[in-house]
C-alpha cells in the first residue's frame, strides 16, 4: 500500500475502534510510520481464484470486530502472507505470450506475473483454466484446440534443425517471409504435370515421383500473380 492508503486504513481502524486515537500528532505520525513500515508490501485490495478476494479494510473490520485487543499492523500483514502463499499455490504457470526461443524474455514473463499475482495486480491462472473446462466434453474441445495449434507452431530452433527433412514446407516459408513469389501457391500448368496447388511437380511416367525443383512454367506463373496489380476496393 501506498503511504496516504495506509493512512486510510488507519483512519478507518480509528474509527471502528475510538481506542485507537493518537492523544498528539508526534504519536499519530509514529504509528502511522510503524504501520506503513509493516504493510508497504501488502496491498489494499486482490483477487483470489475462489472468489474470497483479500480487502485490507475487511481484515481490520473483522479483528475489531472479533477481538478484545487492540488491532497491530500485524494483525493485518500476517493474514496477507497466508493469502498470498495459498493463491501462489495455485497458480499454474500458464505459457507466456512471449517467443519461447527468447529464453530472457520468456524467463521475465514468467517472473512477472507471478510478481503481479503476488502484489495483488493479477489472479492466478488455477489448473481447471488451463485443463479446459470442468466436464469431459470441456476438457477434449480445449485438447483438440491445443493440438490444433500445435500442428501450426515450431519454434524457430527446432525448425532449422528439421530443415533438411522438410525441405519443401522450409523453402516456402523462407519464400513467405521475403515476400516472394511461391510456385507452389498456384497448380502446374505444364501439360505432362499438372500438380494442383500446394504439391510439387510431378516428373517420371507410369511411376511418377516429385521433383526438387517446380517446372519453369509455373513459377513464370506464381510470379505473374504474386506481382500483378491488386483491384481496387469496391
Known sequence: MKREEVAALLAYAVRLDPRLAPVDQAEADERLAQWFDLLEDVPPTAPHPDGRDWHAGHVVRHHIASSPYRIQPSDVSRPWHTFKADVLGRHTDPVPPVDPDDQSAYRAALANTRQAIATGQAAPAVYRELAGGSTRDERNEFAAARLAALGDYMPRTVAKKLAEFRKTRSERERLA??????????????????????????????????????????LDLATAQHYAPQEPAA
Open 177 to 218: 517471409a521475403a515476400n516472394l513469389p511461391d510456385p507452389l501457391d498456384v497448380a502446374c500448368p505444364h501439360p505432362p504435370c499438372r500438380a494442383s496447388v500446394a504439391r510439387p511437380c510431378q516428373q517420371g511416367g507410369k511411376r511418377r515421383t516429385d521433383r526438387t525443383t517446380p517446372h519453369p512454367s509455373r
